[in-house]
């Protein structure tokens, strides 16, 4: 017997539907590899905007057990120093978070963190909303206000503003925006 032949009838050639099938399932596994990439490189710029949160919570921890010292090396975010006012209508007052803010933003290395979704440097949001796509990336601190012994909810969040007085500790919150513009918690720190 010819095995020859056999073979050849047991196995036809690829017909133009087996090379079709073929020909999808390679785009179908480029494709996949293709979103693969795509969903890593924004999950990476996700990671990159949650360690500027983690910046700013770790300089803030470590800066509130030292503002109250009189050799505190960062004055504009010293304790104890009364919010006046503004001694020009573009300058925060002495005293304020804006003051602080602004110190931090050119002076210390804060001012070096970069916003991954933009390349800019991290924006102060008011809250992230996921409707609203130019928040990716940004941060939102919060104060964290303690409300009276008893009540239903331990603290009251608002934003911190440029008026803030930061003569006490204030406890903080971090949050970011990520991809859509959707609220990631990065902690809480006693400033």
Request: hydrophobic share 40%.
């Amino acid at each position: 017997m010819d095995t020859r032949n056999a073979d050849a009838a047991l196995s036809p050639a690829m017909t133009a539907a087996d090379k079709l099938f073929v020909t999808f399932l390679v785009v179908v596994v480029a494709m996949v590899t293709w979103l693969g990439v795509l969903n890593y490189k924004e999950g990476l710029k996700t990671e990159g905007s949650k360690r500027n949160g983690e910046a700013w919570m770790a300089w803030l921890a470590e800066a509130g057990q030292h503002r109250g010292e009189a050799n505190f090396a960062h004055k504009a975010c010293a304790s104890g120093v009364k919010a006046g006012t503004a001694t020009a209508p573009d300058q925060p007052a002495e005293g304020t978070w804006g003051a602080c803010v602004k110190y931090l933003m050119s002076e210390t290395e804060l001012k070096d963190l970069v916003n991954p979704f933009t390349g800019q440097a991290p924006q102060f949001v008011a809250g992230c909303n996921p409707s609203d796509r130019s928040l990716v990336g940004g941060l939102l601190l919060e104060d964290l206000a303690p409300t009276p012994p008893g009540s239903p909810v331990p603290f009251v969040a608002s934003q911190l503003v440029d008026e803030d007085p930061i003569e006490k500790k204030i406890q903080v919150r971090i949050t970011i925006c990520d991809k859509g513009s959707d609220a990631v918690k990065i902690g809480e720190v006693e400033f």
